[in-house]
């Protein structure tokens, strides 16, 4: 009887270690089907990145940016001002009408600068080979190799800015949008010759702490996990409609970018940078981000506005030539604020 007890435990024992052995290989293989969610990752080109490894750098992978054979726009070095314009591949018209606006420069202009759009992989292949072509035509347009999505902003400007500093180290660099309107009448020489601070220069339109909150809604364009960036507040950042930087600082943020996660928020991840880097965000007026009536003496003092329809950029650029002779009796203002 007691060896017939003992024959019935370890069966039991040998069926539950089989039963236990089973459950932790489906386990295992579950989790590789189906990884956690949530986790925001940027991955070029719709690839999935692979799993970090414990003390991996977690930053922007630049090499992957670039790769490709696709050459970017030819650049002065040593320009005054190079403006990156973010656009979507099929924003052809945005474009052309920035050509003939305010990217439109008279002969030589005594501060040399340039305008370049950055765009990233088309979806559809019709619109990819339009693109190439206006790139063909123009060469002001600089392809990534990521997919260009809102999500993948972020890349999109870290691509520009890793360019820009590489290639054509100009004095500062302002990033903006293609529905902004940029003053190059003006901006150019208050940078040349106005512009005090010549080194760890970051400025634009800073939010204000409560509109620095960290968005954690899923549904939300501007979701942001916990996992991804854990404070609940961003530090102080420029607002994406526009924001100049001087190349020292860029070229400090571009490092900070190679070891700081980056999140789908393309001007909160500047700001993080900055942060990181010690450069700090200065706020200016110069920088509207609503586009209201403004008078033709406002572009004396005014360098970026935000939400300009194509009719609106026209106007906007008669107003900004109309100030060079309208307004002189105004005070010019000399200063960032």
């Known amino acids: ?108 202009p005594a501060n040399q600068w340039q305008t370049v759009f950055l765009v990233g992989q088309a979806a559809n292949a019709e619109v990819a080979q339009r693109m190439q072509r206006e790139r063909q035509e123009f060469g002001d347009i600089l392809v990534g190799n990521y997919k260009d999505t809102y999500r993948n902003l972020t890349l999109k400007v870290m691509h520009g800015l890793k360019w820009a500093s590489e290639q054509c180290q100009p004095y500062y660099i302002l990033k903006t949008d293609d529905d902004c309107f940029v003053n190059t009448d003006r901006l150019p020489t208050f940078l040349a010759e106005l512009n005090t601070v010549r080194t760890g220069l970051y400025v634009g339109s800073l939010f204000s702490r409560e509109k620095r909150q960290v968005i954690r809604e899923p549904s939300s364009k501007w979701y942001v996990s916990r996992q991804d960036y854990r404070p609940d507040e961003y530090p102080p950042y420029a607002s994406g409609i526009g924001y100049v930087l001087s190349l020292d600082a860029a070229e400090k943020i571009l490092e900070a970018a190679q070891r700081v996660r980056p999140i789908p928020v393309e001007d909160a991840y500047v700001g993080i940078l900055a942060e990181e880097a010690g450069v700090r965000a200065k706020a200016s007026a110069r920088f509207a981000k609503h586009n209201v009536r403004w008078r033709v003496c406002n572009y004396r003092y005014l360098m970026v506005i935000h939400h300009l329809s194509p009719r609106e950029q026209e106007a906007a650029r008669r107003s900004m030539l109309e100030a060079r002779s309208a307004c002189r009796d105004s005070l010019e203002v000399t200063r960032w604020k």
């Open 1 to 108: 009887m007691h060896s017939w007890c003992w024959k019935r435990l370890l069966c039991a024992s040998l069926l539950l270690s089989l039963l236990l052995w089973c459950l932790l290989l489906l386990a295992g293989d579950v989790q590789k089907k189906w990884p956690v969610a949530g986790r925001f990752r940027l991955a070029p080109r719709g690839r999935l990145p692979a799993r970090p490894r414990l003390g991996a750098v977690q930053g922007v992978d630049f090499a992957s940016l670039f790769a490709g054979p696709r050459a970017g726009p030819r650049c002065a070095r040593g320009q005054v001002l190079l403006i990156l314009v973010t656009s979507a591949p099929g924003n052809v018209e945005a474009r052309h009408v920035i050509r003939r606006t305010w990217a439109a420069q008279e002969g030589r």
